[in-house]
């Protein structure tokens, strides 16, 4: 019935439609996710569709006729473009997931040739093969091990455009087909990550089992991609290269910024954001901070307005300290806060096998997410593992308060987004002086009431913004007011002395931003040339090793032909 009333319509309408159309007219709204602050109608236009999806498809060489899974929302551009307006344009197919949680089964029937995973889901499928690896006895977890070392070896080799290690098929074989095979992505030649930063340590770990991920950059208002990576060219811990066609550029405050047939028209109603994020020569400003390499590619070090301004005036970058944090094995999440404050705090998810493993493993009785944040020997073991991170970064930039959040951060809780995304609201400024750990999560709850164990529960809202009060006295002033949505501020006050009163997010002193800045490329700089370093001798190690081989195997060969010759000299006698 429905396809017959298609019938129905003269062609002649149909024509006439398509005739009115201009290529350069609205053809959807898409709804910022509001990770930095309210959301926002995005005006896409027909050919900023088209465009976008024939460009972002022909680059990555997916090919005519070939599969992906849907699991996103339909209302995220990305989603949009991988699963609707390239699969259009190719011919191709798409398979609806039927959960989020069944994801992984669904893969392994559908097996894609192509799929986009959000961070949040390869560090489930991570934390997955870990636990299953952590079954490993013996042989089988040597060979595995072994396996990795070679394949991860193998993927560095590739992007520096060098030979893979000689035992490289083996490796395959006996690793990566297999672990592909279980995962559902045997047949999948392009696994992308995109809508969200993602740990390097995730990234590599993929990379030693055969299963490359390619991080795309973009956002809503360059209808998704504005960077690209690919088999034949990518970095791991880079955003890739700019879409071709379009344009990438780093202004001199070192904002990314693109322009070309990808950039949104502005938002619907609302001339002001426009104005802020389209300049008047084209230029869409992203609001992060990045730099390009020599070869190309975009790196993101901070974001322009998300910073943590510390009581010392120190310009502290959370994203990058959470990836950190999201690199100990047993955190699922990490939110960094500490705007105002003399120190950093840390709001910790944690696996829960994760935590029962430790556990078990190192005597310490019966341990769950919920208990593992007071618990003696838990607490220790992962004030050990923040330790260990902390000695990798700068004196401001080191967790001196942490706590466990119970539960996991969810789409329904309000703590992730509907891409599965901490929204950077999360980081809203902490205002305190040095205080317990209770009252670190008492001040994190009043920013952030759903962060709470009963963030439904109106009135343990209310209580946790008592706890806070009293927690930091009368220099701490508030009007708030409770709502269905949780508790929103609507004007702080922050005193000093009985004095001084700054206006949030006011602050004096500290370095400027082109300092801060340059300190960092600086950091980069040296942090790149000391990696260049380290492939180089891996590269001589693993040369010499080969050459070593090359020597048993030529002494083999010899002591064979002497052995031949002594046989027919013994023949001949």
């Not at 002649?12 to 930095?36: H, K, N, P, V, W």
């Not at 360059?222 to 990438?248: D, H, K, N, Q």
């Not at 609001?287 to 009581?311: H, P």
């Not at 004007?491 to 370095?511: I, K, R």
């Amino acid at each position: 019935a429905f396809l017959q009333k298609g019938r129905e319509v003269p062609e002649a309408d149909l024509d006439a439609r398509i005739a009115a159309q201009d290529a350069d007219e609205m053809c959807t709204l898409i709804y910022t996710s509001g990770t930095t602050g309210n959301p926002k109608a995005v005006m896409i236009s027909h050919d900023n569709i088209t465009w976008t999806a024939r460009a972002a498809m022909e680059s990555m060489r997916i090919e005519r006729g070939s599969c992906t899974i849907s699991y996103l929302p339909l209302s995220h551009i990305a989603e949009q473009v991988v699963s609707l307006h390239g699969p259009m344009m190719l011919g191709g197919t798409v398979w609806f997931a039927e959960s989020v949680d069944k994801l992984g089964d669904n893969l392994r029937e559908v097996r894609p040739d192509y799929f986009l995973g959000v961070p949040r889901v390869w560090e489930k499928i991570q934390a997955k093969i870990q636990a299953a690896g952590a079954q490993n006895k013996g042989l089988k977890k040597a060979i595995s091990s072994w396996g990795r070392g070679v394949l991860l070896e193998a993927g560095k080799a590739d992007q520096r455009g060098e030979e893979k290690p000689f035992l490289y098929p083996l490796a395959k074989k006996l690793v990566a087909d297999k672990v592909r095979g279980l995962l559902g992505l045997d047949r999948c030649k392009i696994q992308i990550t995109s809508a969200a930063p993602i740990a390097r340590d995730t990234l590599e770990f993929f990379l030693s089992l055969g299963i490359p991920i390619y991080e795309v950059f973009g956002m809503s208002e360059c209808t998704g991609p504005a960077t690209l990576s690919m088999p034949e060219r990518y970095v791991t811990g880079s955003c890739g290269f700019c879409m071709p066609g379009a344009e990438l550029t780093i202004f001199p405050d070192g904002e990314i910024c693109m322009r070309g047939r990808h950039v949104f028209k502005g938002y619907y109603k609302n001339p002001e954001a426009t104005a802020e994020a389209l300049d008047g020569d084209g230029w869409l400003h992203s609001g992060d901070i990045g730099t390009i390499d020599a070869q190309g590619f975009l790196r993101i070090t901070d974001r322009k307005k998300d910073l943590l301004i510390t009581a010392g005036g120190e310009n502290i970058a959370p994203q990058v300290l959470e990836g950190e944090l999201k690199g100990i094995d047993v955190v699922n999440q990490a939110v960094v806060v500490g705007d105002r404050m003399k120190y950093l705090g840390a709001l910790l998810t944690l696996d829960p096998d994760k935590v029962k493993r430790i556990a078990d493993a190192q005597g310490m009785g019966t341990v769950d997410p919920a208990t593992a944040g007071e618990h003696p020997a838990f607490k220790a073991y992962l004030q050990g593992e923040i330790d260990r991170v902390n000695g990798k970064l700068a004196q401001v930039q080191k967790i001196k308060r942490w706590v466990v959040i119970p539960g996991e951060f969810s789409i329904e809780g309000g703590e992730l987004t509907p891409t599965v995304r901490v929204p950077d609201a999360a980081s809203e400024p902490v205002v305190g002086e040095d205080g317990p750990v209770d009252g670190l999560m008492a001040e994190a709850w009043r920013q952030r009431p759903e962060l709470a164990a009963t963030r439904h529960d109106r009135a343990a809202q209310e209580a946790a913004l008592a706890q806070a009060k009293g927690t930091y006295g009368p220099s701490l002033a508030l009007s708030s007011n409770v709502s269905e949505g949780g508790i929103e501020l609507d004007h702080l006050v922050w005193n000093w002395n009985a004095g001084l009163a700054l206006q949030w997010p006011l602050y004096q002193g500290g370095q400027s931003d082109a300092a801060v800045r340059a300190a960092r490329a600086d950091l980069l700089a040296t942090e790149a040339q000391l990696e260049g370093t380290r492939r180089q001798v891996r590269l001589d190690v693993e040369r010499a090793r080969l050459g070593v081989l090359a020597s048993k195997a030529a002494l083999r060969a010899s002591d064979e032909a002497l052995a031949a010759a002594r046989v027919r000299l013994r023949t001949l006698g």
